[in-house]
């Protein structure tokens, strides 16, 4: 094996070997820059690789939040129907495995060697000046085409293909996916996507191809106008989950969320014989649109696709720190929100799982609405550790602070004793270890939430406790 023996430690797997490899690469979740955004790198790349992401037919996942469980549940359910499926998703929590995998889990280390076999050499002897405009290719790029070699090296009928950044630029937007699904958009990444719903919705459209139909979540009224216009100019059928959800239900339970939805009947709409029920490992009420969102767009797929199979395997789809509970006794919940909606949501769901005075630990990213957000988090805890989400993503821990501080100030003016008590620890190591051991001191729920990165690293370093 070419991989392993440049390697020298087959001790190590080959997803960790390769990350090695990656880091001779710019990685733009590491280090964000503006502009240069091109999807000519990529089409050079799969079409030196023989184009292996034509070797499956796949759906394209696009939005601000959602994305990720929405993917995880399609792939599932295309998977519950007897065929094989791959799901590519970011970022990850504790193994780079869990981005390229199938719908059910990590491939097998051998094939990642295989795919690591076949991209690396093939990478590495390409001639500089060969590239389009000479720029090297991205951390995201490689890892993009490492999936679809992997997938065609499985092999894999069916992948679902989340975005990583936007939509129209992004790496993954060379695929000619059978159909586009986008989740709900929010203000997010700026300072690449635009400053206004519109500007990052017309990103996200971007996923839009000629003829092929779309399935969207529910929008704001300027972001759904932006959807339609698009896939009218493209010829595409477009679906809104909300005109065609007919009823919906969710029911917390000791086991998870039991959600129950049906659809009426449209015109070019998927049609369901019967209601759908399924019992949920996602916690967070939000999933239940997500499910729904995710059953609309199988049956479209798989028309006799029986809605027993579809509520299966809807039950089995998971993805690791979505409103993941890793204690119960007291409760601690991870969940990667990341804008001023989700980190709503998540208050809400943590609210109705938790009554008694609780913590916080929370970090974002510097380009995050931090003040919204410290406005939605305050009043529902009685302590709050702010911290940096890692080592991996650029923050400002003063600018948080100061958010915080300001709406904790306003708080309680006739008995400021009720204002919740505010901790700022830089090292987010020793935060996260701090109030993990003082939840469990004091018995008290924690919520760890407002970055991706900040749930990995919190999984990461208790990993041998969970």
């Not at 939040?65 to 993917?71: A, M, Q, T």
């Amino acid at each position: 094996m070419y991989f392993l023996h440049n390697a020298g430690m087959a001790q190590r797997s080959q997803t960790e070997l390769f990350c090695d490899w990656l880091e001779n690469f710019l990685n733009y979740e590491r280090f964000p820059k503006k502009g240069g955004f091109s999807l000519d790198t990529m089409r050079f790349l799969v079409e030196r690789f023989n184009h292996p992401e034509q070797s499956f037919s796949s759906v394209h996942v696009a939005g601000s939040k959602g994305k990720g469980s929405v993917s995880a549940m399609i792939s599932r359910v295309i998977e519950e129907s007897g065929t094989t499926c791959g799901l590519y998703t970011s970022p990850h929590m504790l193994d780079f495995s869990e981005r390229v995998g199938s719908a059910s889990g990590p491939f097998s280390d051998e094939l990642y060697g295989k795919a690591c076999d076949i991209l690396i050499p093939l990478v590495d002897s390409i001639i500089p000046e060969h590239l389009p405009g000479g720029k090297d290719p991205s951390w995201f790029e490689l890892v993009t085409l490492f999936a679809f070699v992997a997938f065609r090296e499985a092999p894999v009928e069916w992948a679902v293909v989340e975005t990583g950044l936007g939509g129209r630029l992004d790496a993954t937007n060379v695929i000619i996916p059978r159909i586009s699904v986008i989740t709900p958009i929010e203000l997010e990444h700026c300072e690449y996507l635009g400053s206004t719903l519109e500007q990052i919705a017309k990103e996200k459209a971007g996923i839009i191809k000629p003829g092929v139909a779309v399935f969207v979540a529910p929008q704001q009224s300027v972001v759904r106008k932006v959807f339609e216009h698009a896939a009218y100019e493209k010829g595409s059928p477009i679906f809104f989950l909300e005109d065609l959800l007919e009823y919906s239900e969710c029911i917390q339970t000791d086991k998870g969320l039991q959600v129950t939805f049906s659809f009426r009947n449209s015109d070019g709409a998927p049609c369901f014989s019967r209601p759908i029920t399924s019992l949920l490992t996602f916690k967070n009420p939000i999933q239940l649109q997500n499910a729904a969102l995710s059953a609309l767009a199988v049956k479209y797929l798989f028309p006799d696709l029986e809605e027993t199979v579809i509520a299966s395997g809807l039950s089995k789809a998971w993805l690791p720190g979505r409103f993941e509970i890793i204690r119960n006794n007291p409760l601690v919940v991870l969940d990667g929100a990341h804008t001023v909606s989700s980190i709503t949501l998540t208050r809400d769901a943590f609210s109705s799982v938790s009554t008694k005075p609780a913590r916080l630990l929370f970090a974002c990213a510097a380009d995050k609405n931090v003040e919204r957000m410290a406005e939605i988090l305050c009043p529902f805890f009685t302590s709050i550790t702010l911290t940096r989400p890692g080592d991996r993503k650029e923050s400002d821990l003063g600018h948080t602070e100061t958010a915080f501080k300001q709406v904790i100030s306003t708080m309680g003016d006739e008995d400021p004793d009720n204002r919740p008590a505010l901790e700022i620890e830089e090292n987010f190591e020793k935060a996260i270890r701090k109030v993990w051991d003082a939840s469990a001191k004091e018995a008290t729920p924690l919520l760890v939430t407002g970055s991706f990165y900040l749930v990995a690293e919190m999984k990461r370093i208790l990993s041998s406790q969970l």
